[in-house]
């Protein structure tokens, strides 16, 4: 199943499944929700061989009457609509400069079954942070050297009983990583393959006693107000579609 399938019966829960009925014509949620995944790979830029950067900032604007049937649906399209972006941007490896925005908006110009895409990235000059994700919950890498272990002089403490006190250390210079195991008693895994140390490319997975560690770079930057990269792309009813 797509995501664009499992947008759709998201919003069906999300207004009682009235979906089907309310809307019989003009502008569907699943044509926005392609529109804004073909705006994001229009607009990608390659920033380095694992680095792809993408508009953060998405207004899609609707004639007068497919306005007011979205608007209809309430929050629950926002948040749909959102999600859709960022889990796009997952699965293609794509970057945002800062928090997700996805807003509706009324544009009179427009014929109803129309819609059009505005985006933009905020100016400045876009860091890159390496972070860990530990059962659900990121932690920023915030000095050269981060010690993880279940021990509570760790940097990074984990309840696994299977770990050491001071298990690995996760080694970050701003640029690269690497994966170095503490002389533990159960060793450390790198993408299944037991190591003392390696480079720790984005997005590999370091396992520990039973915990999971994943390494992700991610953008960081001071926006400011002007937008550096504005975009409008036009689509018709029958376009975007799956």
Do not use: C
Request: proline share 5%; glycine share 10%.
């Amino acid at each position: 199943m797509g995501l664009l399938d499992s947008f759709e019966r998201g919003l069906e829960r999300a207004v009682n499944g009235a979906f089907a009925k309310t809307f019989r014509s003009g502008i569907q949620p699943v044509e926005i929700a392609s529109a804004l995944r073909s705006e994001l790979d229009k607009k990608a830029a390659v920033v380095s061989r694992d680095r792809i950067l993408v508009p953060n900032t998405l207004a899609v604007r609707l004639a007068p009457a497919d306005s007011e049937r979205m608007a209809a649906i309430g929050p629950a399209l926002i948040g749909e609509l959102t999600e859709i972006v960022r889990t796009h941007a997952a699965s293609q490896h794509y970057s945002f400069a800062g928090p997700v925005s996805v807003t509706l908006q009324r544009d009179d110009e427009l014929s109803t079954g129309t819609l059009r895409v505005d985006s933009r990235t905020a100016e400045g000059t876009v860091s890159w942070r390496g972070v860990v994700d530990i059962a659900e919950k990121r932690h920023p890498l915030r000095k050269g050297r981060t010690v993880i272990g279940r021990g509570s002089d760790a940097d990074i403490t984990i309840a696994d009983a299977g770990t050491s006190r001071k298990h690995v250390e996760i080694l970050w210079d701003g640029e690269r990583a690497m994966v170095r195991d503490l002389g533990s008693t159960n060793g450390t895994l790198l993408e299944g393959q037991k190591v003392t140390e390696a480079p720790l490319p984005p997005e590999s997975t370091v396992r520990i006693g039973r915990t999971d560690i994943v390494f992700r770079v991610v953008p960081q930057a001071a926006p400011i107000a002007r937008a550096t990269d504005a975009a409008t792309r036009q689509f018709g009813v029958g376009e975007g579609r799956l």
